[in-house]
C-alpha cells in the first residue's frame, strides 16, 4: 500500500487479555519501529527491526511486551497480560535502510484496557 | 545523555503572524534532526529533517527549520501562520546505537486563532 498500514485502529481489552497489534510497513521498507504514545506525551521508542531481526527492544517496558517481524514484512506487537498502564496508542513507523531516511508513521492502534 | 527538549508546552498565534517553534537537543557526534506534526486522532506526518548542508531547511506546508550547531537547537518557524496550522508538533533526533532509533521531544501545541 501507499503508506504504513495498522490494525486495529482501536481496541478496547479487559485487563488480563492478551492484544495482537499488527503493522503492515511501507513496500520495500526494511527498517521497522514500534512507538507508544500515552495521551498529549510524545512518542517513546519500543523497538526496532531491520528486516526480520530485532536490533533494538530497549524501550519494550516488561516481558509482557513482544514483538516480532518473522518474514521481514509485517510486524506483530504483542502484549501479554494488559494493564491499564498498557493503554496508549501504538505507533508503528518504516523506512529504508540508512539512519539519514525519513520514518514514516502509521494512524495508530489505540489500546484501552478496562 | 542524548535528548531532544521543547521548552513551550503551548505557542500562541495570530493568523498572518510569523511562528516560532523551539527544539534543542543534545547528541554526541553529528546530529539528524526531524520535524513532525500531529492532528488530532492521527499518527505523525513528516515535516522536514536537517542531515547535512544548509542550516536553512525547508519543509512542507511552507514549513522551514534553521540549524544551530552553537546553540544545538533546530527552531521550526513559519513566516505567516494559518488556522489550519493548529496542531500538535513534534521535534526528533536520530540517535545511532548499532542500527538507529529516533527520540522524539514531549510535544509543543500550537494555536493559531484567526
Known amino acids: 500500500g501507499a503508506g504504513v498500514s495498522q490494525s486495529p485502529r482501536y481496541k478496547v481489552a479487559k485487563r488480563g487479555q492478551d492484544v495482537a497489534l499488527r503493522c503492515d510497513p511501507i513496500?520495500?521498507?526494511?527498517?521497522l519501529f514500534w512507538y507508544q504514545q500515552a495521551l498529549g506525551q510524545g512518542p517513546e521508542f519500543l523497538t526496532y527491526f531491520q528486516n526480520e531481526a530485532q536490533l533494538d527492544k530497549s524501550g519494550l517496558p516488561s516481558d509482557r511486551f513482544f514483538a516480532e517481524r518473522p518474514e521481514g514484512s509485517v510486524s506483530t506487537l504483542k502484549i501479554q497480560r494488559t494493564q491499564q498502564e498498557d493503554s496508549a496508542v501504538y505507533l508503528c513507523?518504516?523506512?529504508?535502510?540508512?539512519?539519514?531516511?525519513?520514518?514514516?508513521f502509521g494512524e495508530g492502534s489505540w489500546l484501552t484496557v478496562v | 545523555a542524548q535528548s531532544v527538549a521543547q521548552p513551550e508546552d503551548q505557542v500562541n498565534v495570530a493568523e498572518g503572524n510569523p511562528l516560532t517553534v523551539k527544539c534543542t537537543y543534545s547528541?554526541?557526534?553529528?546530529?539528524?534532526l526531524f520535524w513532525y506534526v500531529q492532528y488530532p486522532n492521527r499518527g505523525l506526518q513528516f515535516l522536514l529533517k536537517?542531515?547535512?548542508?544548509?542550516?536553512l531547511v525547508k519543509g512542507s506546508y511552507g514549513f522551514e527549520a534553521e540549524f544551530n550547531k552553537s546553540q544545538t537547537s533546530f527552531h521550526l518557524k513559519k513566516p505567516s501562520a494559518l488556522v489550519s496550522d493548529s496542531a500538535l508538533y513534534f521535534c526528533?533526533?536520530?540517535?545511532?546505537?548499532?542500527?538507529?532509533?529516533?527520540?522524539f521531544g514531549a510535544g509543543t501545541r500550537l494555536f493559531v486563532k484567526a
Open positions: 547528541v554526541s557526534g553529528n546530529p539528524y
Open positions: 513496500s520495500g521498507h526494511v527498517s
Open positions: 526528533a533526533v536520530r540517535v545511532l546505537t548499532g542500527g538507529f532509533k529516533t527520540i
Open positions: 536537517y542531515i547535512t548542508g544548509d542550516n
Open positions: 513507523a518504516s523506512s529504508y535502510r540508512g539512519s539519514g531516511n525519513t520514518i514514516y
